[in-house]
T-cell receptor
Framework: EAGVAQSPRYKIIEKRQSVAFWCNPI?????LYWYQQILGQGPKLLIQ????????DSQLPKDRFSAERLKGVDSTLKIQPAKLEDSAVYLC????????????FGSGTRLTVV | GENVEQHPSTLSVQEGDSAVIKCTYS??????FPWYKQELGKGPQLIID?????GEKKDQRIAVTLNKTAKHFSLHITETQPEDSAVYFC????????????FGSGTKLNVKP
């Protein structure tokens, strides 16, 4: 099966600019996750979708981050305005259901804010 | 919430030697513990996992052990090879709680040929 697709792979923006990341999960996977991975740290969950509904966004900085999952398939994560501390790799992952053991990550988008 | 600590942060071994990475978790309710391998420029890849009703699990050269009483689990890699060089992450989760994973900070494993 095809993996989790993410784009772009790399993005460099200036602080206060906006940026958007796109994720296409594995076909049929109902649960989609966005994780933030700061250099040298483990991934941290930002938001989790079950189909097109949000089930956990407790760690999402809602004043600047937003995410949506239209039609329960693709998802976009947006940052507006970006701060220097947002520099990280943004990983998308998906699983068949929220009860599935383990899930599949995409290759991520590396964001550098200068 | 859950807190996962991982040690060591870096590990260097000679090819053919064994490598051990250890993690502790804080929430006794956690019942699922996956290990991920992340190569440069790639997303984490699941390599092995263990559920709380099992004490040990093996898959060829890798094994994971779990001590629920002490709330720690470990990854063991035997006969290491240069292609094992990567960053390894442990995680803890409560299956049924929307499968939210709490990751450790990672261990960079370097296998010297």
């Amino acid at each position: 099966e095809a993996g989790v697709a993410q784009s772009p792979r790399y993005k460099i923006i200036e602080k206060r600019q906006s940026v958007a990341f796109w994720c296409n999960p594995i076909s049929g996977h109902a649960t989609l996750y966005w994780y933030q991975q700061i250099l040298g740290q483990g991934p941290k969950l930002l938001i989790q979708f079950q189909n097109n509904g949000v089930v956990d966004d407790s760690q999402l900085p809602k004043d600047r981050f937003s995410a949506e999952r239209l039609k329960g398939v693709d998802s976009t994560l947006k940052i507006q305005p970006a701060k220097l501390e947002d520099s990280a790799v943004y990983l998308c992952a998906s699983s068949h259901t929220s009860l599935a053991y383990g899930y599949t990550f995409g290759s991520g988008t590396r964001l550098t804010v200068v | 919430g859950e807190n996962v600590e991982q040690h060591p942060s870096t590990l260097s071994v000679q090819e053919g030697d064994s490598a051990v990475i250890k993690c502790t978790y804080s929430d006794s309710a956690s019942n699922y513990f996956p290990w991920y391998k992340q190569e440069l420029g790639k997303g984490p890849q699941l390599i092995i996992d263990i559920r709380s009703n099992v004490g040990e699990k093996k898959d060829q050269r890798i094994a994971v052990t779990l001590n629920k009483t002490a709330k720690h689990f470990s990854l063991h890699i035997t006969e290491t090879q240069p292609e094992d060089s990567a960053v390894y992450f442990c995680a803890a989760s409560l299956i049924g709680n929307f499968n939210k994973f709490y990751f450790g900070s990672g261990t960079k494993l370097n296998v010297k040929p």
